[in-house]
């Protein structure tokens, strides 16, 4: 069992930087999966970007690549989002999320918002 809390979000301008922060609790943070994903009003939850349990292994879904890297520190049970270059169209609520193995997300935050104005 794990419990996260997101952090970070706010409003900035197009071509501004956030940086996301999610908080785990319980001592086996290190041992799960980790993964964001946004969702803008009106549409379906979508991937961000994922880390593997080391760190040594990052994905990323194609309109956030080269702009937003996924990092964590398992010392702090800390997951991040560096998000540089925002565009209006990432505004939506960020959730981090995290799982066992190859297993679907089990544990969810509750979001934190991120308004990009033009």
């Known amino acids: 069992q794990v419990q996260l809390v997101e952090s970070g979000g706010g409003l900035v301008q197009a071509g501004g930087s956030l940086r996301l922060s999610c908080a785990a609790s319980?001592?086996?943070?290190?041992?799960?999966?980790m993964g964001w994903f946004r969702q803008a009003p009106g549409k379906e939850r979508e991937f961000v970007a994922a880390?593997?349990?080391?760190?040594?292994?990052?994905y990323y879904a194609d309109s956030v690549k080269g702009r937003f890297t996924i990092s964590r520190d398992n010392a702090k049970n800390t997951m991040y989002l560096q998000m540089n270059s925002l565009k209006p169209e990432d505004t939506a609520v960020y959730y981090c999320?995290?799982?066992?193995?190859?297993?679907?997300?089990?544990?969810w935050g509750q979001g934190t918002q991120v308004t990009v104005s033009s």
């Open positions: 999320a995290a799982r066992s193995g190859r297993a679907a997300y089990d544990f």
């Open positions: 880390i593997n349990y080391s760190g040594s292994n990052t």
């Open positions: 319980g001592r086996t943070f290190s041992s799960y999966g």
